[in-house]
């Protein structure tokens, strides 16, 4: 038995390698493959064309892309042009606006007989920081790579949407939406975007209404990797792309990305030496697979449709409509009664010295009752309570020991793989401490049948819970209760050699659901992914009870902990050696600069370190740590009040606000709170101030105001600190988001 129970526990970590393996990225093709597919090879040469330099809305390499991805796209004989247009932050905002001067490239490959439009989209802007490998030029080379291998005549239209100022707002996503006669009908959008420069391209998004879609891309995509219960996850957070203004405009479509190695993420290295190839082919044979779907399907028949569960398995990706989620969940809270049910009054032999015997009536046999398994459930909830609380500690804690870790800006390191072991160490050691500690806390009232039957029944309450309150995201815990609590029933029918067999085949989908979540979770970040990873991982370590009881003796369950703890100490200990900052992997800040031009002081701005009563002057903000600096050569933008007007208590002012030269952001902000704003032509409704990214030139701003004087903030910033004087940037730091801020404040 206990043979049988090593080998059933092996081939539950196979199984967990083998999925991670199959949701692994592909080998890339070279630039010599087939015309018709997709080749990472011919698409990476338009990353290395797109990411040469940073190029943020505004600047002069923004433009040279821009350029760039027009030619090459009228070189595919697509119908292309550039609109241009003013968008505007499609977002509740209680501070100053982004809005910008956008050019987004619209390139159509026209059907034969439309039942509507597929669009691709991605976006070509950076931030100011990052040459934009990853993000998003993976996502614009795709599109390219795919616009070369489509057929030459399609039934429906594809539109390829290139959009631009997604980084300050989601700005030319809005515009096209707001504007662009191609936005209107039928529209299924397939959008790509990055959060790091590696791993498994996940739809990790999908609009309401997804089903039709969902088994499209479940049919067509050859890596396919969606979750339903990521995507209800990030419903609940401000999860800001392009889809998300899609997705409000009523299409129906599908939002991915890839976050592994997230701490390159808006650094100097999202550079297509970092961008994985393997990464990039996923992405594109999944999109163009999609796409060539869509491309001769009715879309006006796909939907939206019916909402559906969805999820990826081991060469198939599992798909069933949404309203089964409830009846599977309550599912397995019947078999689990079930096992609970063959167990109750009855006893088992275990083997005296044991872990086994440890908490139970006498030495040789348990009664197992249902106030006992009652008391073993709540007594589950300690260790997974206990592993949530380690994956969300970890992080913290390593900013303990190495404060610059505090920095960065997802949430992980450059070498996180030490630190992930060390979380996944401990936290398979808590269930494991639980066991042994539960019997003795019991007063020897609760052994192995109570405690596997209690921690399986948690699961299968879980599962009912997170479908009410988290709706599509119960499965990974519903299906691993139903068929492990079946597979409790089956193996108390089967001969005690065999049961270990019956209990792995049972385990199997929470090895698949939970262990391997448990580890491409990590893939988020440590500070994300941490806790999902420990919360998946004590799951899956509870359903394990009942197979691997046969080996644990009350010794080696209690020695399991601390080695746990030694081991994790060990592993933390040599990621801190290991990932060390250099040239190469430089530490993260943020640092900013404001000068108030009517007084000529200035400061700088840092997120690290107290938070400053002179940072909402200096930087309408309240956040940041400030101490003192140089004036630089900086000029705020001019203004000048074309038309005053008052009626009865509101005073309406027409201003003209000039930019100086080559300055790419200007704005003002109202210090008396929001007010009805309209700046070049668009109506923003009442804000605070708006910050126009890439202004044409002068720029008319309409204020209605409560009458008497009004305090009006004008500002302009630039992305270079290298103006300032005394910078003297170091060779191991990289600054997130640099910004050199001008201001003036006028009384009118």
């Known amino acids: 038995m206990a043979r049988n129970a090593v080998l059933g526990l092996l081939a539950l970590a196979a199984l967990i390698a083998v999925t991670l393996l199959d949701l692994a990225p592909p080998a890339p093709l070279p630039k010599d493959a087939p015309s018709g597919s997709f080749s990472a090879a011919r698409a990476f040469a338009h990353v290395e064309d797109i990411a040469r330099a940073p190029h943020p809305i505004g600047s002069a390499e923004h433009d040279r892309v821009r350029e760039h991805l027009v030619s090459r796209l009228r070189d595919l004989g697509l119908d292309t042009r550039v609109q241009e247009a003013v968008g505007a932050l499609p977002i509740a905002y209680d501070g100053v606006v982004p809005v910008g001067r956008v050019r987004n490239i619209v390139a159509v490959r026209h059907g034969s007989a439309p039942t509507g439009r597929v669009v691709l989209a991605a976006h070509y802007d950076s931030v100011a920081a990052s040459p934009g490998a990853a993000d998003d030029g993976a996502g614009v080379a795709t599109l390219l790579e795919v616009a070369r291998a489509l057929p030459a005549s399609t039934r429906n239209d594809v539109v390829f949407l290139i959009t631009d100022g997604e980084e300050p707002g989601l700005l030319g996503a809005e515009a096209f939406v707001r504007e662009d006669p191609a936005a209107k009908g039928t529209v299924v959008v397939l959008n790509n975007e990055a959060r790091g420069t590696r791993g498994t391209v996940t739809a990790f998004r999908a609009s309401p209404g997804d089903g039709p879609l969902i088994d499209v891309y479940g049919s067509a995509a050859p890596h396919p990797s969606a979750d ?97 989620e409830l009846p599977v969940a309550l599912a397995g809270l019947v078999v689990a009664g079930w096992l609970v049910a063959t167990l109750r009054g009855r006893s088992g032999i275990v083997r005296p010295g044991s872990l086994a015997a440890e908490g139970v009536a006498s030495p040789d046999a348990e009664v197992v009752t249902v106030p006992r398994v009652l008391a073993a459930a709540g007594l ?21 020991l190495r404060p610059e870790y505090t920095q960065m800006f997802t949430g992980d390191p450059y070498r996180p793989w030490l630190y992930q072991a060390a979380l996944v160490s401990v936290t398979a050691a808590v269930v494991p401490a639980w066991r042994l500690l539960a019997g003795r806390l019991s007063g020897r009232r609760l052994g192995p049948a109570s405690l596997g039957a209690g ?100 010794r080696a369950a209690a020695l399991l902990p601390a080695v746990a703890v030694v081991a994790s100490a060990a592993l933390v200990a040599g990621g801190l050696a290991a990932d060390r900052f250099d040239a190469a992997h430089p530490r993260q800040t943020r640092l900013v600069y404001a000068m108030d031009e009517a007084t000529g002081t200035a400061v700088w701005g840092s997120a690290d370190g107290e938070p400053s009563a002179e940072s909402a002057h200096y930087f309408g903000e309240p956040h940041w740590a400030v101490r003192p600096a140089r004036p630089a050569p900086m000029r705020p933008p001019g203004l000048t009040v074309v038309d005053d007007t008052t009626s009865g208590s509101l005073r309406t002012l027409t201003l003209r606000l000039t930019p100086t030269a080559g300055a790419p952001i200007t704005g003002l902000s109202v210090e008396e709170g929001a007010v009805p704003i309209t700046v070049g032509g668009r109506d923003l409704g009442e804000r605070r101030g708006f910050a126009f990214h890439a202004p044409p030139g002068a720029l008319t701003v309409t204020l209605v105001l409560p009458g008497g004087r009004a305090r009006i903030r004008v500002f302009e910033q630039r992305h270079d600190l290298s103006a300032v004087p005394g910078f003297t940037p170091a060779a191991d730091t990289v600054h997130m988001g640099p910004l050199a801020t001008v201001f003036r404040v006028h009384t009118l």
Request: avoid cysteine; glycine fraction near 12%; hydrophobic fraction near 55%.
């Open 228 to 324: 339903s219960g990521f995507a209800a996850l990030m419903g609940l957070l401000p999860n800001n792309t392009d889809f998300h203004v899609f997705g409000a405009a009523g299409w129906l479509g599908l939002d991915a990305a890839f976050t592994g190695g997230g701490a390159h993420y808006h650094t100097p290295l999202d550079d297509p030496a970092h961008l994985d190839q393997g990464t990039l082919q996923q992405m594109g044979d999944n999109t163009l697979a999609v796409t060539r779907a869509l491309a001769s399907a009715d879309l006006a028949a796909l939907g939206p449709g019916a909402e559906s569960i969805h999820f990826t398995v081991p060469g198939l990706l599992v798909r069933y409509p949404a309203w089964l």
């Open 455 to 554: 921690a399986l029944l948690l699961v299968a309450v879980l599962g009912v819970a997170a479908a009410v309150v988290l709706p599509r995201g119960s499965h990974p815990m519903a299906w691993s209760a139903l068929l492990a609590a079946a597979g409790g029933v089956a193996a108390r029918r089967v001969p005690a050699a065999w049961r270990p067999v019956v209990l792995t085949v049972g385990l199997a989908p929470a090895a698949i659901l939970l262990g391997a979540s448990a580890i491409s979770s990590l893939d988020i970040g440590l500070r994300l992914g941490g806790p999902a990873s420990a919360l998946n991982l004590a799951l899956l370590m509870l359903l394990l009870l009942p197979l691997a009881e046969p080996l644990w003796s009350r």
């Open 380 to 400: 589950a909830l300690l260790p997974v309570l206990a592993a949530g609380a380690a994956g969300y500690a970890l992080w913290p804690l390593l900013g303990v």
